[in-house]
């Protein structure tokens, strides 16, 4: 499953591989992971250019040109694949986007738990639970007090590391 690593490994490299980049077509192969109707999906994407991409909490938001959104929650088996058109799919191929002038971003699910959406201009509530999402582990604005407050919320987590324990934030600390 990716993590949060991963995904901004992936959000920084695609970020700057396809900004700009039309999308010529698009196939899909396996409907069960689309989370919206083909024929929408198709009609958002075919002829539109990608203007950048980004994470927010573990979904990839990937953002056209025209105010409208791509988005990927990868889930436990899926996986993204930049690479030439000609070379042969990987088993498990849900989604291939063919680019101009020759290269194709694949969408690989062989559990098919992934999710794809297809998002109008800035309206996510067809994404279930997107607006409840809590602050980014990699917002700076996320202090110590903040993350000490949020995580009472859960009491399996407090149980594991107690946050009233301050020394367990303390980098320069040694045992």
Sequence with gaps: ???????????DFLGKAIRGVLIQEVEITEHL????????LIDGLEGKAFSGVRRRGKFL?????EDAHLVFHLMIAGRLQYCSGGEKPLAGICLRLKLFP????????????????WVGETDFSSIPQFAE????????????????????????LSAVMPVSDKRWFDSEKED
């Design 133 to 156: 999402l809590g602050p980014e582990a990699t917002d700076p604005a996320v202090d110590l007090e903040t993350f000490c407050k949020r995580i009472r919320r859960h009491p399996g």
């Design 102 to 117: 020759d290269h194709e971003l694949r969408y690989y699910d062989r559990k098919r738990m992934g999710r794809v959406y």
């Design 61 to 65: 938001i990937f953002d056209l040109a």
């Design 33 to 40: 992971v689309l989370r919206c109707s083909a024929d929408d």
């Design 1 to 11: 499953m990716p993590e949060l690593p991963d995904l901004e490994v992936i959000k």
